[in-house]
């Protein structure tokens, strides 16, 4: 099985993800450890990634797309994978279909996990009470809501005219929503 996964920041993407990566017996895919994978081990992808991030910079696409092209093509994804925070935008979804492509491959879903804005600014606000992460205090909530609305919200339509979209309700306890997902998928 192979998916993209994707949901507004507090929507329990990465909590949902190493569940079902459990029960899919999948690899999970996270494009923030691919970055720190390349970056640690000083790849030439890496160099030119971390570039970017110490001048304050977004990782340009075609970085990413090159660094997913050669983690797909590793053994561990040839049975399948979930894709969890990537592609973020249209150019992104493109490019992950024509590396797709190359490979004789296609997504079998993208899962779209929501949540009304509230909750997640419940939840975000309680988990940076309890983690200390800075990017999750009241403004930068705001901001990243944003950010998601204005690049990753049209993936959820490029993904239903590919009729590959689940929709699938975050707001309830773990469990629950990971049978939702489950059930969707099955």
């Not at 160099?47 to 991030?53: C, I, L, P, R």
């Not at 009470?129 to 990753?152: A, F, L, M, N």
Request: a negative charge; hydrophobic letters at 35%.
């Amino acid at each position: 099985m192979r998916l993209v996964f994707m949901g507004p920041p507090g929507v329990g993407k990465g909590t949902q993800a190493k569940r079902l990566k459990t029960h899919f017996k999948i690899v999970h895919l996270s494009t923030g450890d691919i970055l720190r994978e390349e970056i640690n081990t000083n790849t030439r992808l890496g160099e030119q990634a971390k570039a970017f991030m110490n001048d304050g910079q977004l990782v340009p696409d075609d970085l990413l797309l090159e660094m997913m092209n050669n983690r797909l093509r590793q053994d561990d994804c040839m049975e399948g994978y979930l894709l969890d925070g990537f592609p973020r935008t249209l150019p992104q979804a493109q490019g992950l279909d024509s590396i797709l492509e190359d490979l004789n491959q296609s997504l079998d879903r993208a899962v779209n996990l929501t949540a009304d804005s509230d909750e997640l600014i419940r939840r975000l606000i309680l988990r940076g009470q309890k983690s200390g992460r800075d990017d999750d205090s009241p403004d930068v909530i705001r901001k990243r809501q944003q950010v998601y609305w204005d690049q990753t919200a049209p993936l959820i339509d490029y993904y239903r005219k590919q009729q590959i979209l689940i929709e699938v309700n975050g707001i309830g306890e773990i469990s629950e929503i990971t049978h939702r997902i489950i059930k969707s998928l099955t």
